[in-house]
């Protein structure tokens, strides 16, 4: 059952914004970060594999494990979850802004707006930042460890299209991400810690400029204080419910 005043706000709202993290996928078999055992944080130092530090020091490492995680999200299919966001458009504005750097959203048949951390999908120069006409072909096993190809322009190395810690958002996915929760009606924000700034900020911008938001998460999070309402779902139980009420 879908908590009534939850219920309320969806039924009501026009324009809903859903902040996604890493749980909107975790029913697909992607697995989350920082949830115990199976986060990605849970057996991998993320300092010796998500900084330009650790790709400068271990290139082949790092890049390794990219190229196991996108053949991990090419193997994995949406779920009930993401098929409910892509149903929800069709009947009323809808905003996506992801944290995740899957396409399962996409795959699902939604747009998203802002992919705020990139895209396993994506490679560019670690040099020059040009971006490699052909993407690299992905061995059936990746080994542990596999040379990044060298750029065609300037022989920098190619490194994943993504944001590591220490890095800047992408301008323009994190302005249009600010616009998205501040002009909606109702933020949903589903699996996310809410520990990594500044995405972790967007629910906070949307309450201070007086939009409801309501959190879908299995668990307590570092943002369950400061949203209006929690519900204590999965993303593929829980959007679907919340698509019915539209009837
Ligand atoms: P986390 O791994 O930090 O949090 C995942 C959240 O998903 C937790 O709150 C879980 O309780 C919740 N969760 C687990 N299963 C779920 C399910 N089936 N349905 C709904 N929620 C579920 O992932 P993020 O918050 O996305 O950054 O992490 C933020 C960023 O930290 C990531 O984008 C990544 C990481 O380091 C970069 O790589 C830059």
């Known amino acids: ?33 920082r949830d115990a055992q199976t986060g990605w944080w849970a057996r ?8 330009p530090e650790a790709f400068d ?11 196991r995680r996108l ?3 090419r193997g994995a299919q949406p779920h009930s979850g993401h098929h409910a966001l892509s149903s929800w458009a069709v009947l ?16 699902a048949g939604s747009t998203v707006l802002a992919h705020l951390h990139g895209s396993l999908a994506e490679f560019r120069c670690a040099s020059c930042g040009g971006t490699p006409q052909r993407l690299p072909e992905l061995p059936d096993e990746v080994p542990e460890r596999v040379a990044p190809p060298f750029c065609t ?7 994943p299209g993504v944001v590591w810690f220490g890095e800047a958002l992408p301008q323009q996915p994190f302005a249009d991400a600010e616009q998205a929760v501040t002009d909606a009606d109702l933020v949903l924000v589903v699996g996310t ?11 906070l911008r949307a309450r201070a400029a007086g939009v409801p938001t309501v959190e879908l998460n299995p668990t307590d ?27």
């Open 193 to 203: 810690s809410g520990l990594v700034q500044p995405a972790a900020g967007l629910p």
């Open 153 to 159: 322009d300037c022989g920098g190395r190619i490194r």
């Open 57 to 67: 020091e271990d290139p082949d490492l790092v890049w390794a494990w990219y190229l």
């Open 44 to 51: 991998y130092d993320p300092m010796q594999l998500a900084t």
């Open 92 to 107: 009323r504005p809808l905003s996506i802004v992801t944290q995740n750097v899957d396409d399962l959203h996409e795959r």
């Open 221 to 247: 999070t570092a943002l369950s204080d400061y949203v209006q309402h929690r519900w204590r779902t999965t993303a593929a139980e829980g959007l679907p419910r919340l698509l019915e009420l539209l009837g």
């Open 1 to 33: 059952m879908v908590p009534s005043a939850i219920a309320d706000l969806v039924t009501a709202a026009r324009r809903i914004t859903v902040l996604t993290g890493a749980g909107m996928s975790a029913e697909s078999g992607v697995p989350t970060f």
């Open 71 to 73: 053949q991990l999200v």
